[in-house]
């Protein structure tokens, strides 16, 4: 009996592992389509513009609340802490290389991941469900061109611009504890902040949201289009790509982390701006 019963669990654990490695495999052939679906033709300008104004002019007000008290936030535990060396003046330093590397990019990719990932998932699964995809399928175009692209671009480019407007807010909410709470003048604040973070820092908190966006929208395009089971399916596919985008960023961000650590900001910068020119 022991052992019939160890054979099951071997075997759920293999069927398990098999699933997994079907599903990365799925996940991969969507993003190699997403890009080969760049170069043809009728590329869908207009919907991307859409989508972009979707996931970063819709997102800005959730974004906005989250970094402006994260950073009053830090700034009042920071504050508080420093007091006991006698070093709180010195709190902008601390809060902008947290906001700028760290706080900024990660919870801006977060709050993205839980409104666009789910909005994504829910409005393809909800395609797939009512055999919408199908029927775009059967006119002859592109599914992935048509919904995967659009909404994969728009994340990529509009949660770097989001993370810019959240570590600025970020910042100015520390200024604002650090001046009313603890009397530090705020340009003293702004002095020790600008001192202290340098352009490599702001460039590799940034670079990592490009892999964010490609992910959060990636997962929540992966799930929605792989929905089955009617409403509930659908239920479930928002709350997987939520979870999976969520997790996926907080790992990345060790690794992407790490790696720009390897590579200067200030080299990467460059490398770039000359490939530009």
Not at 197 to 221: H, N, P, Q, S, Y
Not at 243 to 262: A, K, Q
Request: aromatic share 8%; with cysteine; proline share 3%.
């Amino acid at each position: 009996m022991s052992e019939a019963l160890a054979a099951a669990r071997v075997e759920h654990l293999g069927d398990r592992v098999l699933g997994l490695v079907d599903r990365c495999g799925a996940f991969v052939l969507l993003a190699g389509q997403s890009v080969r679906s760049l170069w043809h033709r009728g590329f869908p300008w207009r919907a991307t513009l859409e989508q972009i104004a979707a996931v970063g002019a819709q997102s800005t007000p959730i974004v906005a609340v989250t970094a402006f008290f994260t950073g009053m936030v830090l700034a009042l535990q920071t504050a508080f802490a420093l007091a006991r060396f006698g070093a709180k003046p010195y709190v902008g330093s601390i809060v902008g290389l947290a906001i700028v590397r760290e706080l900024g990019p990660v919870l801006a990719a977060l709050m993205v991941a839980g409104r666009v990932g789910a909005g994504i998932a829910s409005e393809l699964g909800s395609m797939k469900v009512t055999e919408q995809v199908d029927a775009i399928r059967a006119m002859g175009a592109d599914p992935v061109q048509k919904l995967v692209l659009p909404r994969v671009i728009a994340s990529t480019l509009a949660l770097p611009l989001l993370t810019i407007f959240s570590v600025v807010l970020g910042v100015l909410g520390g200024m604002l504890v650090a001046d009313l709470q603890y009397s530090i003048s705020p340009s003293f604040y702004l002095t020790t902040v600008t001192t202290s973070v340098e352009i490599g820092d702001f460039f590799a908190g940034v670079t990592k949201t490009l892999f964010f966006g490609w992910w959060i929208a990636m997962v929540g395009c992966w799930v929605g289009l792989n929905t089955e089971g009617g409403t509930a399916g659908v239920g479930r596919s928002t709350t997987r790509a939520v979870v999976v985008s969520s997790i996926g960023v907080l790992i990345s961000d060790y690794f992407l982390t790490r790696l720009l650590m390897l590579l200067p900001g200030e080299l990467l910068l460059g490398l770039i701006l000359r490939r530009g020119s």
